[in-house]
């Protein structure tokens, strides 16, 4: 059987990718951290972790292209005074059409650790032909995204869901929101936005509240988040970096699937589970998320 971070890797990049598929305009502003962008337990901090905390649905943006190296650390201190550090980076890319491209590679951690054979994963998301792949280097294999069940769904429907769980947390005061202003970030201007969320005490069995709090600036200009900095005393703290902003036109090839690779199609199973990796057996399905 898998691991829990192959899973969690082959799932999420489905499932995000599908989300991406459904709509073909950016929303008005960026969304905030992680936890809000997708739905309750899935992201956060495990998707921080691997790398994928800026991905968010349904977001295509065109006529910005840049290419980027993506930085996410995380930093958890036990109980015991051990420590667990991690850090993932991702060499991305997006080109006028609003084609995107993340190349990200695995290593020293649960089993690649003790194989020291690092695992990469190449997603591409295509809005221009309404598709996407996630590509295997060490198989030469590339998984198509599947359609959501039905058919596309209207544009702006997971996201408005998105945002009115937002309010309703602005408006109960379990999540309080702060303008930080602008600053230049990495070389690009960005908005900041500090968002502080409190699960009230025994929401989760928790004797006392747990705040935590997320940090993002944002860049108009990209349409990306270009720094953020989660705390979650239950996991630690996360940091993203987008460094090395390049605004040049990436070459076209990079969101192509390469010649000598075999095309194969991802599965959707049943309850909103994927079928990950080539094959998509049943041990690769997504666990289920936590519950907040």
């Known amino acids: 059987m898998k691991s829990t971070l192959t899973q969690v890797v082959w799932g999420g990049a489905l499932l995000l990718g ?24 899935f992201a956060g901090p495990r998707m921080e972790i691997l790398g994928f905390g800026e991905m968010h649905p349904g977001k295509v943006v065109t006529n910005a ?26 060499n991305i890319y997006r080109d006028s059409q609003g084609r995107t491209r ?13 194989s020291g054979q690092p695992r990469s994963l190449v997603m591409i998301h295509d809005p221009v032909a309404s598709t996407g792949y996630v590509l295997h280097p060490d198989t ?28 309703q947390e602005l408006a109960n005061g379990t999540l309080k929101k702060e303008d930080l202003g602008t600053q230049t ?22 004797a006392n509240p747990i705040t935590i709090t997320t940090e993002q600036w944002y860049s108009p ?28 036109e990436p070459a076209a090839s990079l969101f192509a ?9 991802g599965s959707l199973r049943h309850g909103g589970r994927h079928g990950a990796g080539p094959g998509g057996g049943p041990e690769a399905a997504v666990p289920p998320p936590p519950t907040e």
């Open 257 to 265: 699937v390469p010649t000598d690779y075999t095309v194969k199609q």
């Open 140 to 167: 030469k294999v590339a998984e198509q995204l599947p359609s959501p069940a039905g058919g596309p769904k209207p544009a702006g429907g997971l996201q408005s869901k998105f945002e009115a769980r937002i309010q």
């Open 185 to 206: 970030i990495n070389g690009v201007s960005a908005q900041g936005t500090r968002y502080t969320r409190t699960i009230p005490a025994g929401q989760i069995g928790n």
């Open 18 to 41: 599908v989300y991406s598929l459904k709509a073909q305009e950016p929303p008005p502003e960026p969304p905030p951290a992680a936890d809000f962008a997708l739905p309750p337990g």
């Open 221 to 248: 200009e990209l349409q990306v988040v270009v720094r953020s900095v989660r705390s979650d005393p239950r996991f630690g703290q996360t940091t993203y970096n987008l460094t090395q902003i390049q605004r040049s």
């Open 65 to 90: 292209p840049y290419s980027a190296v993506g930085v996410t650390e995380t930093k958890q201190t036990l109980q015991d005074g051990n420590s667990i550090d991690r850090k993932v980076s991702s």
């Open 102 to 114: 993340r190349e990200t590679t695995f290593s020293g951690v649960g089993p690649l650790a003790g």
